[in-house]
């Protein structure tokens, strides 16, 4: 009787927890499979497709994109099987859901079978800082122009306060998006640029050289079982960015795979990014003799840099100090370059040791890294902002 009663008080906080998770305006998986594979979508689904097709609304995603009304309204967007060569710049705030075409149910859950590209090609090779990385973009989520702006110097371009917030529940599944300018790092060419939003992409892929991926201030981006591919400081930005199940794709070396500059604000943050039982590997054979004990897990952009590999695959490629120092910028009790439990080749005990720079967290140090209901934050400092995440998916 009493474990009766336990049993239920226990079923009563797991469905409670379950509940509390559930995520707000969303397909069901069931749902968006059915779109994905065998085009049956819900009402008001709209099809972008380049090639004729019978169900197709649109030719370009940013024509489906600007069709959207301006408001709170969820939206969703089904990209058919091809490469559609655009840069794509979504300000709306109303949730949107970007579908990529799998007419394979059982690549579903498989980045590296999507079907779907989106393609720019462009890198910002300008000297002088006067034109800004968001401009070399293949995809661009933020509210204003002001908020998807890089910037320079410590703190980066100063984003006025009263810029509203942009997307607040923003979902991509099984779309590649890849930055086509050169095969090498010339320049930053985001992949994505992510800013004052927050985002969930599920078995997407991010191909590019310098700079794939940029979370930008107020950015809070989660990933899941998805290829970010790079070579020059590949995860960079200001905001926040919860990696998991993923693989993290070397293609050369050059800075680090992360940079991060953190803020300084009034309650603490968790700006920084996290990366979870992820693999980091050379992307092919033929590359990895060259890049072997050569690729740093990050160097610190700002001094507030924080960036975390838990629970992670290193393949050989990974400098034997793990991560790096950045014009000194590096400082004691700011700067948090760190690893939990990482393991591999690429995890040399001894080079970590060494390292002034590298850090490896006990389980409590970690512990509030540890999930993204702890890293995702409320403007107010509160933890548990992630009524955005596929808790469906990531729960499966
Ligand atoms: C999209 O195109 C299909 C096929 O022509 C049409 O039935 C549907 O109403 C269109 N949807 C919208 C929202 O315009
Ligand atoms: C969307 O909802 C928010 C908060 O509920 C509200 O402040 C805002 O005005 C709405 N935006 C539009 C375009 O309706
Ligand atoms: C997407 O781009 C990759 C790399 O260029 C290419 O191998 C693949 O065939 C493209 N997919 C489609 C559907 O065009
Ligand atoms: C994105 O669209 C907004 C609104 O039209 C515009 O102000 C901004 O300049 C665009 N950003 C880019 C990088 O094209
Ligand atoms: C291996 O990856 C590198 C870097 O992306 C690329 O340049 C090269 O073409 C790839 N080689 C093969 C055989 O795929
Ligand atoms: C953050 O605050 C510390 C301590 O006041 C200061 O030394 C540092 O320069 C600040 N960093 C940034 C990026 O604002
Ligand atoms: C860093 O923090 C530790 C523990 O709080 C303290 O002992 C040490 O003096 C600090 N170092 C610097 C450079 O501030
Ligand atoms: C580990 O790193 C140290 C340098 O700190 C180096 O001497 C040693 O050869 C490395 N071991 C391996 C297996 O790479």
Not at 36 to 50: E, F, N, Y
Not at 139 to 156: H, Y
Not at 244 to 268: D, F, H, Y
Request: with cysteine; hydrophobic share 35%.
């Amino acid at each position: 009787m009493l474990f009766y009663g336990l049993f239920l008080a226990l079923q009563a906080i797991l469905v409670h927890s379950a509940a509390l998770r559930q995520s707000s305006s969303s397909l069901t998986t069931a749902a968006r499979e059915k779109c994905q594979t065998d085009l049956q979508c819900p009402p008001g689904t709209l099809i972008v497709s380049h090639a004729a097709h019978p169900l197709s609304n649109f030719t370009s995603l940013q024509a489906a994109i600007s069709s959207l009304p301006n408001d709170n309204s969820s939206q969703t967007i089904l990209l058919l099987s091809g490469s559609y060569n655009e840069q794509v710049n979504i300000t709306r705030s109303g949730p949107i859901t970007l579908l990529g075409q799998q007419p394979d149910r059982s690549a579903l859950t498989d980045a590296a079978r999507n079907t779907v590209n989106l393609t720019f090609a462009g890198a910002n090779q300008d000297s002088t800082g006067t034109i800004d990385n968001v401009w070399y973009s293949v995809l661009i989520v933020a509210p204003t122009l002001d908020a998807s702006l890089t910037g320079s110097g410590t703190t980066g371009y100063p984003v006025p306060a009263d810029t509203p917030f942009g997307n607040t529940n923003f979902r991509v599944y099984n779309i590649d998006f890849r930055n086509t300018f050169s095969e090498y790092s010339a320049g930053p060419a985001h992949a994505i640029s992510f800013s004052r939003s927050n985002g969930g992409f599920y078995y997407c892929g991010f191909y590019s050289y310098q700079d794939t991926i940029y979370i930008g201030k107020l950015g809070s981006a989660y990933m899941y079982k998805s290829i970010l591919a790079g070579q020059t400081d590949f995860l960079y930005g200001f905001g926040t960015l919860y990696v998991q199940s993923s693989e993290i794709l070397l293609r050369s070396c050059g800075g680090g795979i992360t940079a991060w500059k953190g803020t300084n604000t009034s309650v603490p943050n968790n700006y920084g990014v996290y990366i979870h039982d992820s693999t980091v590997r050379a992307a092919n054979t033929s590359i990895a003799p060259d890049i072997k004990e050569s690729c740093a897990l990050g160097r610190p952009w700002n001094a507030l840099h924080r960036s975390i590999f838990a629970n992670t695959y290193e393949d050989g490629s990974i400098e034997p100090s793990g991560y790096i120092n950045w014009e000194d910028r590096w400082t004691a009790n700011e700067t948090l370059m760190a690893e939990y439990k990482a393991y591999g080749p690429g995890f040399n005990l001894t080079g970590r040791e060494d390292s002034e720079v590298s850090v490896l967290l006990d389980s409590k140090e970690y512990a509030r890294y540890s999930d993204p209901e702890r890293v995702f934050l409320f403007s107010d400092g509160r933890v548990g902002n992630v009524a955005w995440i596929d808790w469906e998916v990531v729960n499966s």
